[in-house]
């Protein structure tokens, strides 16, 4: 190999003479799919099938089982006679981080129920088994409207002035209808009034009704 010839010493890709006066690569492989530079055939073609987030932006909420939550009640991470809050569950290590919300799903819940300690829990979810374990225990769960920012408010005062207090804004109509349905589902909810829910709740009905 000769040293300091530039592009002559032999250090970089070898190339051979190939068919029709052309040169073709011989060291590393080539892309499969791979058409030459013109548009491959499957970006030529439409796509089919169904993905997973095309349609659903419901935010990814930090799940959490009930049988983890009676691990941290038992060995007394938690203090189950004060309101069991997001922010709470992060700083007794119970989960690592929220973002978006907490869901509570039901595994784990013989374990919950042998406890028999009535807690009151904040989450954004919860599915049925869960609500039903935690109500059997005497205790409940809460829903409390919050945007990203006042999430994060929550999660982080620290980050934030301390004078000066953010107000929850009216939520828009498609979570009010979200909080409605949590609402039915046997969670307790707290959100702004909405006048144009509230106040036209039998006549909306109606409407759907009708619809239908």
């Not at 690569?25 to 055939?41: K, L």
């Amino acid at each position: 190999m000769r040293i300091g010839r530039g592009p002559g010493s032999g250090k970089g890709k070898t190339a051979a003479k190939g068919h029709k006066g052309q040169y073709a690569r011989t060291g590393g492989t080539i892309a499969r799919g791979f058409e030459g530079g013109q548009s491959d055939m499957m970006r030529r073609f439409p796509k089919f099938g169904f993905r997973k987030h095309r349609f659903n932006r419901d935010p990814e909420l930090e799940q959490l089982n009930l049988g983890r939550l009676a691990y941290h009640l038992e060995k007394g991470h938690l203090d189950s006679d004060a309101p069991i809050t997001m922010k709470s569950l992060v700083e007794a290590g119970v989960l690592s981080k929220v973002n978006r919300g907490v869901k509570l799903l039901g595994k784990g819940a013989e374990k919950f129920s042998s406890l028999k300690t009535p807690i009151s829990l904040e989450v954004s979810d919860a599915s049925h088994e869960a609500i039903d374990a935690v109500k059997s225990a005497g205790g409940n769960l809460k829903v409390v409207y919050r945007t990203t920012l006042l999430m994060k408010n929550h999660m982080k005062p620290h980050k934030f002035r301390s004078d000066k207090q953010l107000k929850t804004p009216m939520p828009p109509p498609k979570k009010v209808k979200k909080m409605e349905a949590l609402k039915r589902k046997g969670l307790e909810v707290e959100y702004p009034r909405a006048p144009w829910y509230s106040d036209n709740v039998e006549k909306l009905t109606q409407e759907y009704v009708d619809r239908k």
